[in-house]
């Protein structure tokens, strides 16, 4: 497995920092939060699982649309997580 060097902000890397699991790398906690929490990637998921499957169209917009919203005013750099 290759790797690569990236530059991140004093802020960005406290924020990473404060993200990162107990025994995870700042890669695997990176690779984490970029696959995860997207209103697209719960969708796949509600669609995919049980009691979530028989959601009619325009529910899985609704929901795909309140995750979005909730999503975007979510100001994580205002949480203290420590």
């Known amino acids: 497995?290759?790797?690569k060097t990236i530059s991140v902000t004093e802020d960005v890397?406290?924020?990473l920092r404060k993200m990162r699991l107990p025994g995870e790398s700042f890669g695997?906690?990176?690779n984490r939060?970029?696959?995860s929490k997207t209103s697209l990637s719960l969708r796949?998921?509600?669609e995919s699982s049980d009691g979530w499957s028989d959601l009619?169209?325009?529910e899985a917009?609704?929901?795909e649309n309140t995750l979005e919203t909730i999503r975007i005013?979510?100001?994580p750099e205002e949480v203290d997580l420590d």
């Open 56 to 58: 009619t169209p325009e």
């Open 73 to 75: 005013t979510l100001h």
């Open 28 to 30: 695997d906690t990176i």
């Open 44 to 46: 796949i998921w509600a």
């Open 33 to 35: 939060l970029c696959k």
């Open 13 to 15: 890397y406290n924020l």
């Open 61 to 63: 917009t609704r929901l």
């Open 1 to 3: 497995m290759t790797s």
